[in-house]
Structure formats: structure tokens, C-alpha cells
């Protein structure tokens, strides 16, 4: 049998690699391993596996980074929680789309959200003694657990699948209960899933988090993305869900990698609400040399972790921030494709046998974001890594996430653009047509 990919050129790379199981590797290895099995095969893959934004970055942020490079703003350290301009127009950005008041003292930007995931993690999971868990509601970006387990944080997670709307009552009730958890972190959208949490869902969250004293994470990497509803006027409704409508002590992550295009500039943004900001927590002194958590935030963590974030770059996102503010950049629109993209990939993983794993939220069918879930009968997520390698496509298992669907993967629409269509699709099709014969390509000798 041919596979667009010739198997022993797949199987020598897949072997080359030393990799135990491939479905089961890092987003990072199953790039390396793709990488070789292109160059060796000089056929290109239909790359689904890595979240990288395939837009170009702003000009807007572009010319004032240059701007402030031109200035020689770098040969000068940055206030640690950002320079004014930037903590203001953060602020506002959090008025004027999610519609939350949170002073700019207590905005700040980070290096990417990930460092800022990695900081909240530190201060919320240490801010009460005894209350030293994360919670993750799963699936869920994988590193974050590495973070947690690289600053010796315990943690608790749970598949959300079976418990959407008012069943993730009890189920996140059943975790706090036991006094140990300090926060819980989820994203919104979700990265892997492109679940979107109902505002009755984030209800629920939030008064737990209220009643329990937890800090809830509110990652929003892919912030403003959920394309079903238009996101992209500020000050106007509607607004983005957030648990900050249903909780006073919370924390908002928010990255520029996705919804701006900046990922390689390593900048995101943290907004910890001012209740939270302006109390003290009994367990910070011994880690940051004060109880008061805001104080805390940035001369305890901020410092020691980084100082800041580069100076010029704060530049850049001031004045991308404002142009958004004001109305007069739509980042929404500049990204919207992804939702395009990933509307008629769907349909052709799902015309050649393929289901969405991920379906709903609540009664809603799935928005078209930014990632995707599928499975093939017959296949773990794991074997299906594997076997689409053969045809020429690459992705992620979703066990890798925390997900109990074994058999699913899950997909990146941002580097296949809509002229790679024809042949993703010539690639599914024989994809389809080979294994509803039963063939194994990566078990065929
Ligand atoms: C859920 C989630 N959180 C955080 C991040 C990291 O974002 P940043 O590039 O701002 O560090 C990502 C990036 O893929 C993500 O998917």
C-alpha cells in the first residue's frame, strides 16, 4: 500500500528519533521527528501540531518597539511591573472587553503568560498555609503541570468533559472540600479542546472560588477568539465571560501570543483584581518577605524572576493596547481567519470518517477557533499520531492534555493556510479509504 509518505522513509525517522512512542511525545519532539521525515521525504506535512500564530505581528507594535529601540530605551532597566503607559492601557483593555475595573497598580506585563501562569501559580498557590494545590480543570496545556511541579506545587485534575454545566458543582466541590487547594487554573478558550466555559459555568466557578477563598486562574491565552459572538468593539456588549463577574479575588492571564500575533516577543499581561491585590495572604512572608499579597507579586516573584519585561517591547504592546482601546486597530478581525480555517477543516477530517471529540458547550455546538478535536474508529489518539505521519499530517494526542479521551488528537488550524485545503483533503481521503480496509501502515512491513 502507498501512503503519500513512502513507510520506510517514516519508519527509519520514527526510529532515528529513539522516541519510546511517538503519539505520546512532546509537541517539541513530534516537531523534531516531523522536520527529518520532511527533509528526508521532501514531501511538506500539514503541520497541525504546534499553537504558533501564523498571522504577522502589528505594525502598529512593531514601528514603536523600533521606535523605543531608536530612543535607547534599552539601556535602561523597565520598572519591574511595567512602564505606566502600558499598566494604564492594560487597564483599560480589561474595562473596555471584559468590562472588570482593575486599577493599573495591579496590571502588569509578563514575560509571555506562560511566565505569568508560572508566577500566579507561585503566589496563589502559596498565599494561604495549608492551601498548597492547583486544581486544573482538564484538558489543559501541558507545561502547566510541569510549572507546578517545577516550584514543588502538588496538584488535582479532572476531565471537564462529563462535567459540564451544573455538574461541575459538585465535581469541583468534591476538590475543595479536602482544604488543600489554593487556586485552580483552567483556560477559556481552551487549549486543547476549544471549549468555551457558559457564563453559568463560570457562575459556578466563581461563587466556589468565593465561598472556599480560592484563587481562580483565568488563563486567556486565546482572548477575544471565541468568534461566535463579536468580541471586537470595546466598551460595548457583549462582553467576554469572565469568572472576575462572579468572584472578587481572582487572576487574569492574558497572553499576546495569539489574539495580537506577538508570540515570539514574549510579552503577556496579568491583572490580579484589587480585593485580591490589596489583602494579605498568612503563608507569603517566608517566600517573598511580606504578607501583602500585591507587594508580594511584584517585589517577591516580579524580582526575582525576571526584573521585568524587555523595555522596548513594553513599547510595542502600549501602543497596540491603545490602538485597540480607542477602536482603532481590530485585533479580532486580524485573527478571525483561524475560525474560518478551522470551519472547513472540521468538515474534512469529519466527510472522511473522523468525529469532533469536543462537541459542545452545554447546547451549543463548539465554536471554530484556534485548535480542534477529532478520532478515527479504531484508533487511541496515541496510534493515530503515528499512523497520520504516513499521510503526510502531524498533531498531538490528546492524553498528553489530561484529557480521558484516549482516542482523540488534537489539531493547530494556524499553519495551514486555506491553499493547503486540496491537499489536506487528498491526504484524508486516502487516509479514510486505507483504513476502512483495516490497514496499519505503521504496523505493515
Ligand atoms: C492555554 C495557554 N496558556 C498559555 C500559553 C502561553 O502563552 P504565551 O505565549 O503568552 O506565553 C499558551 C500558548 O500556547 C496556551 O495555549
Redesign the pocket.
Known sequence: MQTPIAPDIVRNEIKKSGLASVGLSSIREINRLVLNIEASSGVSFIRMEM?VPGMPPPKIAVDAEIEALKRGVGSKYPPFDGIPELKTEISRFIQLFLNLSIDGESCFPTV??????YMAMMMAGRRLAGKDKILFIDP??PV?KRQASAIGIGYESFDVYEYRGEKLRKKIEGYLKAGDIGALLY?NP??PSWICFTESELKIIGELCREYDIIPLE?L??FGMDFRKDYSKPGVEPYIPTVGNYTDKYIL?I????SFSL?GQ?I?MTAVSDALFNSTGNNLERYFGTNKFGYAYIFGAVYALSSGVSHTNQYGLAALLKAVNDGDYNFVNSVKEYGERAEIMKELFTSNGFSIVYDMDEDQPLADGFYFTVSYPGFSGVELIEELLYYGISAISLSTTGSDHHEGIRACVSLTGKERFDELEKRLIAFDMDHKEGFRAMSAE
Open positions: 499553537g509571555g503568560s506562560m511566565q505569568g501562569c489543559g496545556f502547566n483556560s481552551n487549549n488563563d491565552a486565546y492571564l497572553s499576546s501570543s495569539k508570540a514574549r503577556g
